[in-house]
């Protein structure tokens, strides 16, 4: 099962932030946290990932609390090709944990639609 | 940009046929998966690969599915007797060194009569 709780639907106006936000409150010392997404059935898209940093690339930024328990991904100008299914996963992608080789647990994500 | 190709885009069997379903992945990524998605549910894990073996495998790649990378470019899923609730969508997906960062392909769209 998927270790993370998000939001099932949220909404943003075209040219405004998104702000998708998550829970993963039992995530591991080794484990990262990911962010994918899908537009209507097309393969999941890496978006961007993180261990306890901020990070931000041309996509979107990551914020991660301190604790790490919880994130949110920022999409900093919506525009309407923004609309999809958010996934936040957390994976261990070094296997330190011996628990995983990569595998990516998607949950249901956030359904995000963005208006004109 | 490299990118993950899917053959076929979609395909129609009958119940009980043999499907290959086949992946380019993107040339010098070191792992591979296979993950399915059966219309309006989630993402599923299948199996991933390394080093010419699997890896990983989930409770849905049983006996009748095999991996198999005959030619170190293509990487493909068999499904030896297809059943009616295989019908989803086959999606394939690479990495490099950094094994969750994925890049998916298309899909196959794989539907069983």
């Known amino acids: 099962d998927a270790k993370t709780t998000q939001p099932t639907s949220m909404d943003c106006a075209e040219g405004r932030a998104a702000n998708l936000p998550c829970n993963h409150s039992?995530?591991?010392?080794?484990?990262?946290v990911y962010w994918y997404r899908q537009i209507h059935s097309q393969g999941p898209q890496y978006i961007i990932h993180g261990l306890k940093n901020n990070e931000t690339n041309e996509m979107a930024s990551l914020i991660i609390t301190e604790d790490r328990k919880s994130s949110t991904l920022i999409l900093p100008h919506a525009t309407l090709r923004d609309t999809a299914v958010y996934y936040c996963?957390?994976?261990?992608?070094?296997?330190?944990?011996?628990?995983?080789?990569?595998?990516?647990?998607f949950g249901q994500g956030t359904i995000l639609t963005v208006h004109p | 940009e490299p990118e993950v190709t899917q053959t076929p885009s979609h395909q129609v069997t009958q119940m009980g046929q043999e499907v290959i379903l086949r992946c380019v992945p993107i040339s010098n990524h070191l792992y591979f998966y296979w993950y399915r998605q059966i219309l309006g549910q989630k993402v599923e894990f299948l199996v991933s690969?390394?080093?010419?073996?699997?890896?990983?495998k989930s409770e849905i790649f049983d006996d009748q599915f095999s991996v198999e990378r005959p030619d170190g470019s293509n990487f493909t899923l068999k499904i030896r007797s297809t059943k009616l609730e295989d019908s989803a969508m086959y999606f394939c997906?690479?990495?490099?060194?950094?094994?969750?960062?994925?890049?998916f392909g298309p899909g196959t769209r794989l539907l069983v009569l």
């Open positions: 690969f390394y080093n010419n073996e699997i890896s990983e």
């Open positions: 997906a690479s990495s490099g060194a950094s094994r969750g960062t994925q890049y």
């Open positions: 996963i957390v994976s261990d992608p070094s296997n330190a944990g011996g628990t995983s080789y990569g595998k990516l647990t």
């Open positions: 039992t995530i591991s010392g080794n484990e990262y």
